[in-house]
């Protein structure tokens, strides 16, 4: 059974850094493409960032240069480091992975950026 857990979201003020982590139980996180999204309240859910089985990322372009996807496999783990955070950066920030048509995802955590 494959489950995805996040951690790592609270309140942090404008400029400051989170890294957010996605346990993954189940699968092999460095065998599968591994992506965190986000979704801020009345908005569409977004991708933020991916990295593949082969170690490829890519990202938003609002978070370009700012966020770095990476991974753990030693503890199957997928991090997102958030840097230089700003308020539209405030969401809810999820996991997830695709294995042929089904999609996996995690909790959620909560990322809020204030002064």
């Known amino acids: 059974q494959v489950q995805l857990v996040e951690s790592g979201g609270g309140l942090v003020q404008p400029g400051g850094s989170l890294r957010l982590s996605c346990v993954a139980s189940g699968i092999r996180v460095y065998l599968n493409t591994m992506a965190w999204h986000r979704q801020a309240p009345g908005k569409q859910r977004e991708l933020v960032a991916f990295?593949?089985?082969?170690?490829?990322?890519n990202y938003a372009d609002s978070v370009r240069g700012r966020f770095t996807i990476s991974r753990d496999n030693a503890v199957n783990t997928v991090y997102l480091q958030m840097n230089s955070l700003e308020p539209e950066d405030t969401a809810v920030y999820s996991c997830n992975l695709q294995i042929g048509i089904k999609t996996y995802w995690g909790q959620g955590t909560q990322v809020t950026v204030s002064s």
């Open positions: 990295i593949t089985s082969g170690g490829r990322t």
